[in-house]
């Protein structure tokens, strides 16, 4: 990946790809200028990397950790035919109440399963 071709958007949705964030983390890294923007100009972004082999999108699983504590994982990646409609509800950009991950979007790297 080169990193210095990236935008500022784009670095944004890798960083948290990288982080393994949910979806509406991106909101604190993205351009100054564009945190005011609709989701209709965040998705193609992400879905530029996304069909780049940058990043993928999941929905957020429970997990247990060996020691029995509960925690989230990345589940099965979404598909991308559903990506559209699925990133073009203002919803899935919003943080859950009460940070309940349960079924949120969530980035990883294409390459971090």
Known sequence: MDWDAL????YAFV???SEIDILP???G???EEDKDKPVSFLAPILLGLVDRGWVAVH???PWTSPRGTPGFQPGPEVDRAD???VL???EEWEYPGELDWIGK???TRADTP
């Open 105 to 107: 979007l969530t980035l």
């Open 83 to 85: 990506l559209p409609a």
């Open 25 to 27: 983390g991106v909101w």
């Open 15 to 17: 960083l948290n790809a």
């Open 59 to 61: 929905r957020v699983v």
């Open 7 to 10: 935008t500022e958007n784009e």
């Open 29 to 31: 890294d993205l351009a």
């Open 88 to 90: 073009a509800d203002p």
